[in-house]
C-alpha cells in the first residue's frame, strides 16, 4: 500500500511541552514550590552538535495524567532584551505574537478551576479573572519568564457540529486569502472571512438575494442571539444543517448585555458566517447592514 494511502497513527496525548528559561531559580521556584508539580526528570549535557548551541539543563515537571512541562537552561546564554519585563505584565494578553505560544492544563470543572485561583492567588500571584472562549473556561498567570500558565475547564464537549463548522472556517479563510494574494493584498479583517464562510453556506443551502444574513452554529454558546432574534419582528429565523440562519431586511442590532455574553464569546458572535456589513462592533453592541450585492 502507498504511504499516503496509510491510515494515520494515532497519538495518545501531550508527552510535554518545552521553552527555554534564563531564570532557573525562579522557574524552580514557580513550577515546583507554588504550582506544586513534581519534578521528575533532568538532563544535564554539552551543547547538542553545532559549537553554537551552549551547554545546557533540561527539566521536567510533572503536569499530571502522564505528561509534562520543560524547560531548557542554556548555561552562559543571555536572555533576549524582548523579554525584559514580560514577568511583571498583567495576566492579559497584551503581546498577541508572544502570548499566543502557551500552556493550558485542564482542570475537573469549576470547583477545581476556583480552587487553582485561590491557590495561585495565595501564592501571591497576579491571577487573571475567569475567562469564557466558547466551549471552555480559563484563568491565567505568568510564570517568571513572562509565559502564559492557563487552568482551563470544559464547558461542553466537542461534536460533528462543530467539526464540521472548523472545516468550513478554515476553507472560507484560505479562500479569502488566495483571493486577497490574487488582488496583491492580504487579509487583516475577520469580516472577509466571515463574508466568504456565508456564502458557502448560502451556496449549500441554496439562499440568494440582498439583506443580512447570520448563520449561527447550533451550539449552546450562540443559542441567546437566536432566541433574541426569534422574539424579535425585525428578523426571522430558519434552520439548516448545523446552522440556524437569521435574516432581515434592514439592518439589524444586538446588544451583549442582553445576549449575556462574555467579551470573549461576544467577539466571535459571527463565526458562523455573515452575508451583509458589520458597521459597528464594539464591546456592548454590533450593528449589521444590508449587503448591496
Not at 101 to 109: E, F, I, Q, S
Not at 125 to 134: C, I, N, Q, Y
Not at 253 to 273: C, I, M
Amino acid at each position: 500500500m502507498p504511504a499516503s494511502n496509510l491510515p494515520a497513527p494515532a497519538l495518545r496525548g501531550v508527552d510535554h511541552t518545552a521553552r527555554p528559561t534564563w531564570r532557573l531559580r525562579e522557574t524552580i521556584e514557580f513550577y515546583r514550590d507554588k504550582l506544586g508539580l513534581p519534578l521528575v526528570h533532568v538532563i544535564s549535557a554539552r551543547g547538542w552538535g553545532p559549537a553554537t548551541h551552549p551547554d545546557f539543563l533540561h527539566f521536567f515537571f510533572d503536569s499530571g495524567n502522564g505528561s509534562t512541562i520543560a524547560f531548557f537552561y542554556y548555561l552562559g546564554s543571555e536572555q533576549p532584551a524582548g523579554l525584559e519585563g514580560r514577568a511583571a505584565m498583567k495576566p492579559v494578553p497584551e503581546d498577541h505574537v508572544f502570548d499566543a505560544t502557551h500552556t493550558a492544563w485542564l482542570v475537573d470543572g469549576v470547583e477545581e478551576l476556583q480552587a487553582w485561583k485561590q491557590r495561585l492567588e495565595a501564592k501571591g500571584l497576579d491571577v487573571s479573572v475567569e475567562t469564557r472562549h466558547e466551549v471552555i473556561e480559563s484563568i491565567y498567570v505568568r510564570d517568571p519568564n513572562g509565559y502564559f500558565v492557563e487552568f482551563t475547564r470544559k464547558l461542553r464537549p466537542l461534536d460533528d457540529t462543530d467539526a464540521t463548522d472548523a472545516a468550513l472556517t478554515l476553507q472560507a479563510a484560505i479562500e479569502a486569502e488566495d483571493a486577497a494574494e490574487r488582488a496583491g493584498r492580504r487579509v487583516a479583517a475577520i469580516d472577509e472571512i466571515w463574508s466568504r464562510k456565508a456564502a458557502l453556506l448560502d451556496e449549500r443551502d441554496g439562499r440568494t438575494g440582498v439583506g443580512v444574513r447570520i448563520y449561527v452554529p447550533k451550539v449552546d454558546e450562540f443559542a441567546s442571539i437566536v432566541k433574541d432574534a426569534a422574539a424579535r419582528g425585525d428578523c426571522r429565523v430558519s434552520s439548516s444543517e448545523g446552522y440556524n440562519c437569521i435574516e432581515a431586511d434592514a439592518p439589524i442590532e444586538f446588544r451583549r448585555k442582553a445576549l449575556q455574553l462574555k467579551p470573549a464569546v461576544w467577539y466571535g458572535l459571527f463565526t458562523g458566517g455573515v452575508h451583509g456589513r458589520v458597521e459597528v462592533l464594539d464591546r456592548d453592541r454590533v450593528v449589521i447592514a444590508p449587503s448591496q450585492a
